[in-house]
């Protein structure tokens, strides 16, 4: 097992953030057959920084919280080693990113009238 960092510019771990919302987010019925994405929704920030969360016809408002300890985000990678033996294969981790905040919708949705 070993642990590396993720090799970007300045060498310092990309800091993410994370959603958490209270409920049940429901995909459409009818998934796209090709495997493309599906967009749920969009977040906008207001101009005080707090977010808005746009899903179909609700809209929920948020908060962004400290998280009481960070979590690190890791990329599997599997090397293989070749040797006099064969081939060895070994798992390493790298450091993708660091989530520092979370961004909380833990009220109930206001209904968007169109």
């Excluded at 962004?64 to 070994?90: A, F, T």
Aim: proline share 6%; aromatic share 4%.
């Amino acid at each position: 097992l070993h642990l590396s960092k993720d090799n970007n510019e300045n060498d310092t771990p990309r800091e993410w953030s994370m959603i958490e919302l209270n409920g049940e987010v429901l995909p459409p019925r009818e998934l796209p057959s090709d495997n493309s994405k599906v967009e749920l929704g969009g977040i906008r920030f207001s101009t005080d920084g707090s977010p808005t969360m746009t899903i179909a016809s609700h809209e929920l408002k948020g908060k962004i919280c400290d998280l009481k300890q960070p979590l690190v985000v890791l990329k599997k990678r599997k090397r293989s080693k070749g040797d006099d033996d064969g081939v060895n294969e070994s798992i390493e981790y790298e450091i993708a990113g660091v989530i520092k905040k979370k961004i909380l919708f833990d009220k109930y949705p206001k209904i968007i009238m169109r």
